[in-house]
């Protein structure tokens, strides 16, 4: 048996696997080799460490250094400084940009500072396919704990008592959920684990399933248990292979392991899970869909009630949570629910993972306490806007959810206040825009998925969203009038109050809370035809300043759609005739800005 | 809905996965999911033999192939390309680099080029923000893209 002394935990979730973190990890096993180190040194490919913006990442143990932006060239000199000679390499660690310093502890970097970790907490610790390393560090001590000294009421009320919120979106009481299940008596109850993650931008569960599967097979186990249900099913994305294979490995473990099947730890409950592959479609994440699309059929939601704790699957009482929801339970069952409503605001308890990204510097997954404020998000953990520019919006909750902006960045975020806002919580995808983002687009856009992404069985999300789509569209182009705005907010708190679901109950949210915030922005769309931005395209035009350009065609000859022509007027100091651009040919494709290297076309 | 013009071997293989779930209607995303990775996508004559299979009307295979966006009726290309439309890579000028493609390809979202090299698609977030905008060409995923690597990473495949 090997006795590790030190351990390479490189990176294994999808944005850091996207920069070929793979190869790293092998040519870590071949150099160590090399240095006949195999023996003492352990490499494992671990779940996200969440500062996506700087992977691949690449964490050495016991000393805590944080290697950033690792290639699988720079491998060969971590060996043989950093492992061999005990010296760290400097060029690799993560450099303030404050102060310019190295730092090579995770610690001490402003990105995690002000993180909790609750949910995340083996992500980027564990080897994710391996169920050992797991139990190391406390896995399946919460659900023997719950088999052998709680009764099932007393699992309940500890979950009641933390105040845990589904983390999917609408924030419903966890414990009151389970509870609800509890009571409906049946021969077979399901506990149904929500992994169709479809909210554009947002990889939280994702991530927590690569990174840590055992934490939800654990968890749908104690909730099983919980509420009297023997079968757990997890709904999950099939566009998420990674995920789907740890999540197998980790069931395949739990069951060789005794900690799935029949009598776990001998305590005479029986608990299998299996998966069911969702299809690409987003308002599958919605319960009684996600249940219509298990059981085979067209993901249509249906009225509640019958809420799934009466009906759900095959008609069977259900339990659906999100995966984010089930990686606080065993934390929760071990510290008490009392440690864990110590942390929060007074209505939402406990830390909330968000996924940054957007215009932001450093883009990745996080997970904070609940109460903290945009500012300390955007600006310390996110380390501000990219290129130093302004801040203009941040998008939370995916197309049900709104843009906040300035205004609210000292608002401290919970459910409510988010809600408030005009916004919502929503999954935890977060997007930072900066001014280059139009607001009037950025409704389209969602508008556009929503669209799309309608099941089209109730009448006010299927015509009525296509409808908004279309005045949208007349926005962006330049179209339209005042009376559209009118129309488009009449029709949007039409859609709010009648819709069957909440995919389209929500549908109306980035429009509203964009015309709320942004006014100014729709009026200048619509009265002086101008975006400020520079995003519609029919709102602006590319210009050639003629006393700039030197007429070296440069532009001419990289224009996609030959609109650039000579014209007959050379400026004075220049040997050439100047260049000009055909608006109606044009495509606004900016190929002509990127190719002229003396500044002289710009956007108007 | 076309005849039946399949080779008696991929109908076959098509039996074999609907049997492998037990021939039971209630799998029929999961049947899918197995013929689609077998043939690459699923045309009409596919989904009647699933429906015969299966036992049940063939608008209800199709109702559910059209349902969901992870299948489609039209092949994919040798290289399918899919660019990412999240949030994230949106607010970093995916449009920009999907325009791009589109005038490379010369080809709209969802065709495929006429030599059956390429076939264009957008989804909805690879999960690799950090890397904004993003585009895959098969399981190749090429991160912060600008529409001028577009013809640089085309031409690694042709």
Same mark, same amino acid.
């Given at each position: 048996m090997s006795k590790y002394n030190t351990h390479v935990l490189i990176c294994g979730g999808t944005g850091c696997k996207s920069s070929n973190s793979g190869q790293i990890y092998e040519n870590f096993k071949t150099i160590l080799g090399e240095h006949n180190l195999t023996d003492e040194v352990q490499v494992i490919k671990t779940g996200c460490f969440g500062f996506c913006e700087k992977g691949p990442i690449v964490k050495i143990m016991p000393d805590n250094t944080f290697y950033t932006n690792v290639t699988p060239e720079d491998v060969r000199n971590i060996v043989e400084e950093?492992? @061999?000679? #005990?010296?760290? @390499?400097s060029s690799l660690l993560y450099v303030n940009p404050e102060n310019n310093e190295h730092v090579s502890d995770s610690r001490h970097m402003e990105f995690y500072k002000k993180q909790v970790r609750i949910?995340?907490?083996n992500c980027g610790f564990v080897d994710p396919e391996n169920i050992e390393e797991s139990i190391a560090r406390g896995g399946y001590e919460a659900l023997g704990k719950c088999l052998t000294e709680m009764t099932p009421e007393q699992v309940i009320a500890e979950i009641k008592a933390s105040g845990l919120r589904g983390r999917g979106g609408a924030g419903f009481p966890t414990g009151l959920k389970w509870e609800l299940c509890a009571k409906n008596k049946a021969d077979q109850k399901y506990v149904i684990c929500n992994a169709d993650e479809g909210d554009p931008g947002a990889f939280m569960d994702r991530s927590i399933l690569e990174g840590d599967p055992n934490s939800i097979v654990e968890a749908m186990a104690i909730c099983g248990y919980a509420i009297g249900a023997t079968k757990g099913l997890v709904y999950i994305r099939a566009e998420y292979p990674l995920a789907i294979d740890r999540l197998k490995i980790a069931i395949e473990q739990a069951r060789e392991y005794g +900690? +799935? #099947?029949?009598n776990i730890m001998g305590s005479g409950f029986d608990f299998d899970i299996e998966l069911r592959y969702g299809a690409g479609a987003f308002v599958c994440g919605e319960e009684t869909a996600l249940i219509h699309s298990m059981e085979g059929q067209r993901g249509e939601p249906t009225l509640k009630p019958p809420f799934p704790a009466v009906? #759900?699957?095959?008609g069977k009482p259900s339990n659906v949570n999100n995966v984010e929801t089930f990686a606080n339970v065993p934390v929760i069952i071990i510290k008490g629910a009392e440690w864990f409503s110590s942390i929060g605001t007074e209505k939402s308890k406990g830390t909330k993972v968000f996924a940054l990204a957007g215009q932001i510097n450093n883009v990745g997954l996080i997970e904070v306490p609940m109460g903290i404020t945009l500012r300390e998000i955007i600006y310390e953990i996110g380390g501000g806007i990219k290129g130093g520019r302004e801040f203009k919006a941040v998008q939370t909750g995916g197309p049900s959810g709104g843009c906040l902006t300035k205004k609210h960045l000292d608002t401290p975020i919970d459910y409510d206040s988010l809600v408030a806002a005009g916004s919502m919580m929503g999954s935890g995808g977060m997007v930072v825009m900066d001014e280059t983002s139009c607001m009037p687009a950025i409704a389209k856009f969602y508008l556009e998925f929503t669209c799309e992404e309608s099941c089209g069985k109730c009448t006010p999300c299927r015509v009525g969203n296509k409808r908004m789509l279309e005045i949208l569209d007349k926005i962006t182009r330049g179209e339209s009038t005042m009376d559209d705005l009118q129309a488009l907010r009449n029709l949007a708190g039409v859609i709010k109050d009648s819709a069957l679901c909440g995919l389209g109950q929500t549908s109306p949210n980035p429009i509203l809370s964009t015309m709320d915030n942004f006014w100014d922005e729709y009026v200048e769309h619509v009265v002086d035809k101008k975006c400020r931005a520079g995003v519609c395209k029919k709102l602006m035009s590319y210009v050639i300043d003629r006393e700039k350009c030197i007429g070296c065609g440069k532009c001419a000859k990289g224009c996609p759609a030959e609109a650039i022509a000579k014209t007959d007027y050379t400026a004075p100091g220049h040997k050439l005739p100047s260049m000009e651009i055909h608006g109606e040919t044009c495509i606004k494709c900016g190929a002509c800005i990127n190719n002229c290297k003396f500044g002289a076309i710009s956007v108007q | 809905m076309a005849t039946i013009k399949l080779s008696e071997d991929k109908i076959q293989i098509i039996k074999d996965i609907c049997a492998s779930f037990g021939n039971r209607s209630g799998e029929v995303i999961n049947v899918l999911h197995g013929v689609q990775g077998q043939f690459g996508y699923l045309p009409a004559e596919v989904q009647q033999v699933v429906a015969h299979e299966l036992h049940m009307p063939v608008s209800k295979v199709y109702g559910i192939v059209s349902f969901y966006s992870f299948f489609t009726m039209v092949p994919k290309g040798e290289h399918p390309i899919n660019v990412c439309l999240g949030t994230a890579c949106y607010v970093r000028g995916a449009e920009k680099v999907l325009d791009a493609l589109k005038r490379e390809l010369k080809i709209e979202i969802g065709e495929c080029t006429p030599d059956g090299k390429f076939s264009l698609n957008c989804l909805r977030c690879v999960g690799a923000c950090g890397l904004a905008p993003v585009a895959m060409v098969g399981e190749k995923v090429y991160g912060r893209l600008t529409p001028d690597q577009v013809p640089a990473m085309l031409a690694e495949y042709r």
């Amino acid at each position: 048996m090997s006795k590790y002394n030190t351990h390479v935990l490189i990176c294994g979730g999808t944005g850091c696997k996207s920069s070929n973190s793979g190869q790293i990890y092998e040519n870590f096993k071949t150099i160590l080799g090399e240095h006949n180190l195999t023996d003492e040194v352990q490499v494992i490919k671990t779940g996200c460490f969440g500062f996506c913006e700087k992977g691949p990442i690449v964490k050495i143990m016991p000393d805590n250094t944080f290697y950033t932006n690792v290639t699988p060239e720079d491998v060969r000199n971590i060996v043989e400084e950093h492992i @061999v000679k #005990g010296r760290k @390499v400097s060029s690799l660690l993560y450099v303030n940009p404050e102060n310019n310093e190295h730092v090579s502890d995770s610690r001490h970097m402003e990105f995690y500072k002000k993180q909790v970790r609750i949910a995340l907490r083996n992500c980027g610790f564990v080897d994710p396919e391996n169920i050992e390393e797991s139990i190391a560090r406390g896995g399946y001590e919460a659900l023997g704990k719950c088999l052998t000294e709680m009764t099932p009421e007393q699992v309940i009320a500890e979950i009641k008592a933390s105040g845990l919120r589904g983390r999917g979106g609408a924030g419903f009481p966890t414990g009151l959920k389970w509870e609800l299940c509890a009571k409906n008596k049946a021969d077979q109850k399901y506990v149904i684990c929500n992994a169709d993650e479809g909210d554009p931008g947002a990889f939280m569960d994702r991530s927590i399933l690569e990174g840590d599967p055992n934490s939800i097979v654990e968890a749908m186990a104690i909730c099983g248990y919980a509420i009297g249900a023997t079968k757990g099913l997890v709904y999950i994305r099939a566009e998420y292979p990674l995920a789907i294979d740890r999540l197998k490995i980790a069931i395949e473990q739990a069951r060789e392991y005794g +900690l +799935l #099947g029949e009598n776990i730890m001998g305590s005479g409950f029986d608990f299998d899970i299996e998966l069911r592959y969702g299809a690409g479609a987003f308002v599958c994440g919605e319960e009684t869909a996600l249940i219509h699309s298990m059981e085979g059929q067209r993901g249509e939601p249906t009225l509640k009630p019958p809420f799934p704790a009466v009906s #759900g699957y095959l008609g069977k009482p259900s339990n659906v949570n999100n995966v984010e929801t089930f990686a606080n339970v065993p934390v929760i069952i071990i510290k008490g629910a009392e440690w864990f409503s110590s942390i929060g605001t007074e209505k939402s308890k406990g830390t909330k993972v968000f996924a940054l990204a957007g215009q932001i510097n450093n883009v990745g997954l996080i997970e904070v306490p609940m109460g903290i404020t945009l500012r300390e998000i955007i600006y310390e953990i996110g380390g501000g806007i990219k290129g130093g520019r302004e801040f203009k919006a941040v998008q939370t909750g995916g197309p049900s959810g709104g843009c906040l902006t300035k205004k609210h960045l000292d608002t401290p975020i919970d459910y409510d206040s988010l809600v408030a806002a005009g916004s919502m919580m929503g999954s935890g995808g977060m997007v930072v825009m900066d001014e280059t983002s139009c607001m009037p687009a950025i409704a389209k856009f969602y508008l556009e998925f929503t669209c799309e992404e309608s099941c089209g069985k109730c009448t006010p999300c299927r015509v009525g969203n296509k409808r908004m789509l279309e005045i949208l569209d007349k926005i962006t182009r330049g179209e339209s009038t005042m009376d559209d705005l009118q129309a488009l907010r009449n029709l949007a708190g039409v859609i709010k109050d009648s819709a069957l679901c909440g995919l389209g109950q929500t549908s109306p949210n980035p429009i509203l809370s964009t015309m709320d915030n942004f006014w100014d922005e729709y009026v200048e769309h619509v009265v002086d035809k101008k975006c400020r931005a520079g995003v519609c395209k029919k709102l602006m035009s590319y210009v050639i300043d003629r006393e700039k350009c030197i007429g070296c065609g440069k532009c001419a000859k990289g224009c996609p759609a030959e609109a650039i022509a000579k014209t007959d007027y050379t400026a004075p100091g220049h040997k050439l005739p100047s260049m000009e651009i055909h608006g109606e040919t044009c495509i606004k494709c900016g190929a002509c800005i990127n190719n002229c290297k003396f500044g002289a076309i710009s956007v108007q | 809905m076309a005849t039946i013009k399949l080779s008696e071997d991929k109908i076959q293989i098509i039996k074999d996965i609907c049997a492998s779930f037990g021939n039971r209607s209630g799998e029929v995303i999961n049947v899918l999911h197995g013929v689609q990775g077998q043939f690459g996508y699923l045309p009409a004559e596919v989904q009647q033999v699933v429906a015969h299979e299966l036992h049940m009307p063939v608008s209800k295979v199709y109702g559910i192939v059209s349902f969901y966006s992870f299948f489609t009726m039209v092949p994919k290309g040798e290289h399918p390309i899919n660019v990412c439309l999240g949030t994230a890579c949106y607010v970093r000028g995916a449009e920009k680099v999907l325009d791009a493609l589109k005038r490379e390809l010369k080809i709209e979202i969802g065709e495929c080029t006429p030599d059956g090299k390429f076939s264009l698609n957008c989804l909805r977030c690879v999960g690799a923000c950090g890397l904004a905008p993003v585009a895959m060409v098969g399981e190749k995923v090429y991160g912060r893209l600008t529409p001028d690597q577009v013809p640089a990473m085309l031409a690694e495949y042709r």
